[in-house]
Every structure is written in C-alpha cells, then in structure tokens.
C-alpha cells in the first residue's frame, strides 16, 4: 500500500493514500469536530463541522471527505478554521430544539458535546425552530425533528445497512426535513422498529419511547410481583453506561443493581434461549425428518419478524413458530411460573431488559398472551435501565456481584451466545447434533458461523446427514437471503436472521456509541461468558430439563404449543398501534 | 446593435429547425465531417487553442476538460449537454436551442467522438418543456440520416443520444446533481471523489458541457479556429452569447466579442435605461453572481478585466438595475431565490440560507438588529467557504458585494430613517 506524507497543524504524519484527513488527524491525537461523520458509515460531508484548511486552496476543505495527498498540510486550529466551524455550529443550534435538560440524550450528544468544546454562547440568530409533529405513536421510537440536525446518518442506516427505506428525505431548502415518505409517522411506514436510526443518531432526534416510568410505578405498587428477565446483550453493554472499557462483563454488578431498584425476582432471558433451543431444534429436525418447509429461518428478533412480515410476507412459511426467548419467558412467567408460586398471573408483572427496541413492540403484539393477560408487560432497553440505575443513584461499579434467582436463573453457554451474530445457529446446531445422532460433539464450537462478516455459511456434518446453513445480520443482508429462497435457489435448511449488525449486541437498544470495533468486544465477551460457563449446550440444562418434566411435557408437544410456539401476520405497510393500544 | 457579432448564432434565423434538410441547405454537418477526419488530440488541440471556458458559468477550460475526460481509461463514457440553464436571467442556450438544434446535437457527437463516449444525454430544464419535441425531432431526424446512431457518416464511430428532463430545480444545473436527476434521484449534488469525469452518470466515466460551449465546438470545427479567435482579446478570444435583461430598452440574448464595455453592453447594445432613470447596478453571471456598481460601466468585459473588479462572466447573465430598485430590494430578491432552491442538504446552505434571509427581511422593513450585519457577513462568508456545492458558495455573492459597493444601504441609522 502507497503510504502518504502530510503535515496536520505541523506535525508529521504518514498514512496510507486513501485515509482521509479526518481519519489521519486521529492518528496524531487531533479529533476535528464532526457530526455526520459515522465510522460504520460512508462519508456524507453534509454537516460541514469538519472543515479545516488545506494549503493552497482557497475553500476550506471538509476533512471527513478530503483525502490526503503527498506534501499536503492542513491546519486544524487556526482563527478562520474555528471561526467557521463556530459558526457551522451556531447554525445548527438555532434550528435545533435546545431543551437539553429534559432531553433523554443529555450528556451524551455529539452537538451538546461539541457546543461545550466550542463554548458557544447565546448568539443573534432566530431561533424559531421549522419542525413536523413528534412522531410518538408506535411503542418503540420517538421521532423529534425539532432535534434533527439533518446529519442523515439515521437514513444511511435504514437504506444503506438494512434497506428498510423506512426513513428518506423530504422537500428541500429550510423545508428539508429528514422523515418517512410524505412524512408519514412511523407506524404508517415498513418501519422495522430495530431502532438502528436511534443508535447512530448524535442528538436526540430519535429515541427509544422511555418507559421506565411505568417500570417504577410497578415496583413501588405493592400489589405486584415485579420480576424481571435480562437478555444475553445486554450483560456485555450495560457497562457502557457506566465508562468502563467497552466489552466489560458485567453479570453480577447487573443482577445486584436489579435487585437494589426492587425487582421481587431477577431472571436470565439465556433460560428461554436454551429453552427456545429445544423447541426450535426439534422444530427443525422434524422438517427435515418429516416433510416441512425448508429453509427454515430463526424468529427471534422482533426486527426481523416485522421485516418479512411486511415485505416479504410470502415466505412466511420459512419462520420456525418459535416464540422468541422474551416471549417464552413471558409466557412462563404467567403460567409455570404463577402455578409454583401461587401468585395470580394478573399480579406478576412482568419486565424484560432488552437490547432491543422491536422488543417494545413485540411484547404488545395482540397474540402474546397467557392466561389472559399479557405475557412481557415492559420492555427497557439496555440504555433505559442503565438510566434507571443512574437515576436510583447506585454505584454500579462498586456492587459485588450478585445471582439470577431460581427457576429461571440458569442458562448454559448455548443461550448466552444467541447475543452475537451466528449465536442462535451455533447453539442449535450443538443441541440438533446430539439429539439426531445420539452422540457427544467433537468439538462444540462452529467457528464457520462466527464473526461479523455479513453472510456467512457452513456446511455441518452430522452423522453423514449434510446440513447447510447461513447466518445473516442486518436486514440488508437477509433480504439477499430471501432473494436467494424467492428464486428457489436457496441452498439451506436452516438460516439464522437476525435485523441488527452484529446481532442482538449491536441492538438498537444498546448504549450509545456501538460502533462496529465496540461490537466486535462484546461479541468477545459473549463467547468468554460461554467457555467459562460448566454446561455449554442447551438439552443439558438442568432448568430446562426440569421444566419439560415437571410442565412441559415433551418439546413441540400440547403445552409447548399453546405456550411457546406462535404464527406470523402479512402486515402491510401499517401496524396500527391505535388498535394495539386500546387492547 | 452592430457591436454584435454572427459566429456561434451564425445560423439563427437561417434555416428551419425542424427540418434537417433545411440544415444541410446552409452547409449543415460540415463540423462532423471534419471532425471524424481528425485524431482525438488534433480537436483537443484546437480546443485548446480557441480557449473556450465553460459557458454554464463555472468557466472551467474546455480543451482541458476534454483532454482530461479523453484519458480517463474505459470503454463505455458518456457526455451530458447541460441544458438546465436554471440561472436567472440567463436565456442563451434557450436561444441556440430554439434556433440551431442540429449545430448543437453536432457540438455533442463531436464531443464523443474526442473523448470516446457512446451515449450522450442532453438534460434539459423542466421549464423548456415545449423545446422537447423540437430537440427530439432533431435527434430523430439525425437518426434517420446517420448523423447520431451506429456508425456515423460511414465511420467506425457511434453515439446515441437521449432526452433527459429533471423535476425542475436549479441546483440540477449542478453537474453531480445533474446526474442524480437523470438517475432518478432527487437533486442534491454527490460527494467528490469520485470525480464525474470518472465515475459519473451510472458510474461511467462522463463529460458534462454547457449548449453553448458545444455549439461554439461546433462553429470551430466547422470554420477552423482562426474564425473563431480573431474575435475577442488575447486573454479572452472568441466570442460570448450574453443574456441581457432588466432595466434595458433592448432586452435579449446577443452575441458579442469580448472585450466591449459593459457600457457598450448596456447602451450600444441594451439601448440604455428605459425613461430616463440611471443606472444603479448591474449583476453578471445571473443569481449566483457578483454585482457592480454604475462606476465601474467602463470595464471591459473579458475574463481577466471583470476578475479585477470582483465580478465574474458566470452563465453570461447582464441584468440591468436602475435607481428605481433598492439595493436591499434587490438582495431580497435574489435571497428568495435561493431559499426557494437551496437543496437543504447542507448545514451552511440551508440554515445560512434561513438567517440571512430573515436579517435581510428585518433590513427590507427599516427595523435591523443592531448585529444584522455582522451577522449577516460573518454567516454569508461561512457559506462561501464551507458550502457542499457551488449553490450555497455563490448563493451571498449579491449580498456581499452589495455590501461593498453600498455600505449606505446597510448603515443601520440610515435604513432606519427610510
């Protein structure tokens, strides 16, 4: 690779020919203020923060999109270069609805930051702020273009990454606006609720709809059994929000912090996933032993779910009627879980901490319900309950470490790694090897489904029976896979989708910042969580085992069916939240 | 009107543009001809030596483009006549249009045949709409007689071309912009890199030029060089076709030679101010260009005489404003535009675009802010110099020469009195 030779505000620095100035700076500690620059995203040059100025040319030049050359020297500091960006800022304040204090992304948005940096003061400009109405009304996001700063990063997101096409631009000129075609509210759009646009947005724009309001009341109502499940994710993030370094495990400190806000029971969602294990792989070997649509394709995440029932609702068929681990334990908690306890279901409350925003969504669909009453009663994301431990005032970095409490507190390796990318594969593949031949694996990690590249497949031998699979992440991807089975040329039996890049720890719900090198630490973290775990497949859970003995009966059997399996809706391009939420 | 000179416009009004038969009449086709019988370089050479600089107001050198977009390496380019001419007050390319289709469809297989592309697309202004069945008859016609189409006059060259209209915006006569709109994506001007020379229209490697420019391409093949450039000075050879409006007696589109004064422009050609007012200003190169003030009339107009006075040749746009007219006015005027055509997808433009427009307004109506017109500067000069694209760059040019040339209008104890 041809390396180049540049000087920024006079220092020598040699990078590759193609690394931008912005790129290069960040290799001689300059960070030049940026806001649509996304390192996961392509170059936008539209906020024009970034311009620095270059020798010999008369413009300023933004550094997130000029390239550097041999001899090239930019300064980055100078009166003019700060005046500008200065002023670059100020305009983007004036239209921006500064009510900081109240806004969910306060202390972690990149305009406050840099606003702070460059400490700007009230100035002449208007401040008359041109926005469309907050878009409230579907339960997992709330759009306010009064925020938008029309960074775009959200729109590279839902097209370029997922290819939703959910969010686009409108009009032009002071009218531009960042919005569903003909500004239409979410709830109207293909709309996944994945939340991605959420996780890249650098203001508050767009948010995750914060319940945890509703979460407090329940634990201060005395009436109630609150319990709680937390999801694989969220154990390898939450430290985020507390500046510990990125990847940290921080099981124990989490379990202690839900037990300090007042959960009666704190439960592990990586339960239901080995449960969702038993389930979906005896699904699967009954498709290939008896006759079934094949591929068969994972229906864990929400985002996923509402992708192909809205675009590509003719291939419901392939989804396993799996509920996802959230709902299973849902499901449970108001029925096995309300029998050994004697609670009465309608008094259980049910909450789930989740990585997730679809999660919010999918907890309301009209046909998750048990006995009656609603199987997940709240879904946080994992950056709510980090808020909500900031708000109780604990010192989440000090807690000793703490336990899941029992029935629903042990769950094997297999369940952790439905987290990461290839996770729900890998963990069913060592379930389906063992249950079809009778014979302990050889070796238990499948490192072919592994990784964060986008597609990737496999070839599993068991037992002289050829199994091929393909794990996808990021919906971009799965449309190529549902392409692939659209024209009947799709070479597998089992495919792992799930909507985010990375998997559930890249979730839309995830503490801000998760950039791709963040993702790649937890997926890490994931997979060191399920080595050092004793039992590292889902049928050797000795809860799940249990379980099925005790309730269950048999996996697909009567119960299973009526409790954790479900059937999927062509939607459209509507949910109609209205009529969700009068339910 | 004996200052205006017949090279480019030589045939308007000589022929029948609908018919190409009528065109062959009057000598028509002669500049393909000669140009299949030259190499790629000895055009790019006489290219070089007329110093044609791009007549859609960007004035890059044309000879240097073609030369550029003929070493490109590929085997499938395309050259894009820009036909937006979305400028206010500029009309010229309408006015070849409108009389010498068939000199401009030449100007583009001559292009072609010099940088190697097989398509061209002539992208025309929403709102010249009823030239489309007069371009298209034209192509047509060409198809039917082999001047356009596979193997052209005999030869191993061939190049089609298509009719593109956009939804009609002015940033689309911005050529990144341009071919998102020929793409069917909204307007709103790419990043570069790439470059369009090299990854341009359906990521092919494209050469964008003004009507103009091309039928001045044409008119040189067609008479040799020599013609050509004995028009004009030295550092400006040739010949201009001006749009000239406002305030004039003579409104019209008028060839002329470089290096006539903009008084000459004005009141030789434009038969002066219409009922005795006086000149206040002047803005050349349409919306997006500097203004003058009535002291500098006697500059000549070339390239290098209007650079020294802060003012460009841009699409060629002479509009005339006359004491009638406040300046601030006409700022508003010009501000409006822009806020109508900003893309919004930049912060400087768009939100730029929003704050001067209303400390212009508060100017327009006596009651400034003791800051306005720092404000106004300081935010017109971060425009100019952070802008994505060449609107939001020129969009204060009024503004701030305006302020220059007439600080009095903008004297806060003085706009209060009025």
Redesign the interface.
Known sequence: MNMVNLKIDNINVTVPDGTTILEAAKKVNVNIPHLCYHPDQA???????C?VDVAGSK??A?AC?S?VYEGMEVQTNTKKVR??QK??LE??L??HDQDCLKCLRSGNCELQALCQRFNISK????ETIEALPLDNTNPSLVRDTAKC??CDRCVEACQKVQEVHALT?S??????NVAPAYEMPLEQTFCVLCGQCSAVCPVGAIVEKDDTAMVWDAIQDPKKHVIVQVAPAVRVALGDMFNLPKGSIVTGQMVAALRRLGFDKIFDTNFTADLTIMEEGNELIQRLTKGGTLPMITSCSPGWINFIEGRYDHLLDHLSSCKSPQQMFGALSKSYYADITGIDPKDIYTVSIMPCTAKKFEAKRPEMKTNGVQEVDAVLTTRELGRMIQSAGIDFVGLEEDQFDNPFGIGTGAGAIFGATGGVMEAALRTAYEVITGKELPALEFKGVRGLEGIKECTVDIDGLELKVAVAHGLGNAKKLLKQIDSGESPYAFIEVMACPGGCIGGGGQPIKSTMDVKAKRIDAIYHIDEDLPLRKSHENPAVKELYEKFLGAPLGHKSHELLHTHYHSRGMKYNFKELMNK | MSKTVSFITENFGKYDPYSIDSYLSIGGFTAIKNALAMSSNDIIEIAKKAVVKGRGGAAYDTGRKWSQAASVPGDNKVVICNADEGEPCTFKDRNVIENDPFRLLEGMVIAGYTVGAQNGYIYLREEYRHLRSLIQNAIDQCMEKGYVGDNIMGSDFSFHIHLYSGAGAYVCGEGSTLIESIEGKSGRPRIKPPFIKECGLFLLPTLVNNVETLAIAAAVLQHGVDEYIKYGTPESPGTKIISLAGNVKNPGAYEIPFGLTLREIIYDIGGGIPDGHNLLLFQLGGASGKIGPASIIDTPYTYADLAKQGLVVGSGGVLVVDDRTRVIDFVKSIQDFFIHESCGKCTPCREGNRQIAKIIDRFVAGNPKPDDLNTAERFANIMSNCAFCGLGETAQSALLTAIKHFPQEFDLEEVAVK
């Open positions: 170059v936008k040059a539209n906020c024009r923060v311009v413009k300023l933004p999109s390239y005046d500008m002023g670059i305009l983007i004036a239209n100035t002449n400009l208007d700063i029309k631009h009009h032009r000129s002071v009218h531009y």
